[in-house]
């Protein structure tokens, strides 16, 4: 599905990432960790072509050249990023947003179907119905933000869903919920999942396939389900010193 080759990332002269090779497919889960400023967010953001980042290596999705691509392009491949800290939108509705975007997509939806689907969906994510006519995150709390990207992912039903400490900000029973929902939708869709997370209790929930370590601005090491417990109990210093 995703295939990066000999990725490197930069920000004016700075450069962010190198190297990066990395192939995520149809129904994995794979987890990023590294220490902070490792350079998982800008990964990220670099797939989804962040405009103030530049690029040179090779990115497809589903045989598709996607490295050059403009981001409304990327995302309509059906790639959905939830963002650290999910950006807020003020003078635009969360009904506007879906449904504009859904219509964008060719698929779209009549109000009464919307509003019967929205209500499903908040339901299942325990958020406020009324959110339906709340400007997208204004004045939502962290854990509120990232359920509202949720819903929206719910709507647009994207194939690649990548998510930046999607952990963050939300309460125990909330990543329960979280998890679920990810799980569920995951079965129905054989989605890919990308998540950047250091929470035990929602990658023990989650249980991914593959874990990538990320350090020094590249991936230094891959492995399995195994290499999480290794990370929680030796940190990351240990496996720089592997390195030297
Ligand atoms: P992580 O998500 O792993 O904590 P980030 O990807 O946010 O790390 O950042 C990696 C490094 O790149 C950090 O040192 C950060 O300050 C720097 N960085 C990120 N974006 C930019 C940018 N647009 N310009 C300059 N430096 C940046
Ligand atoms: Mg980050």
Redesign the pocket.
Known sequence: MLQIKNLTVS??S?K??ENIELEINENEIHVLM????????????SILA?P??KKEGIITFNGKDILNEKTDKIAKEGIYYIA?SPMEIEGVKNTELIRTALKEKNEPMDIFTFNKEYKNYAEILKIPKDFIHREVNVNMSGGEKKKNELLTMLFLKPKLILL??IDSGLDVDAVKVVAKVLKEYQRQTKCAIML?SHQEMLLKLLEPTHVHI?MN?TIIKNGHKELINEILEKGFAEFSRDLL
Do not use: F, R, V, Y
């Open positions: 920000s004016g700075k962010i990432l590294g220490p902070n400023g490792a350079g998982k967010s800008t990964l990220c953001k962040h103030s980042l650290q930046d400490e950047i990320m601005k």
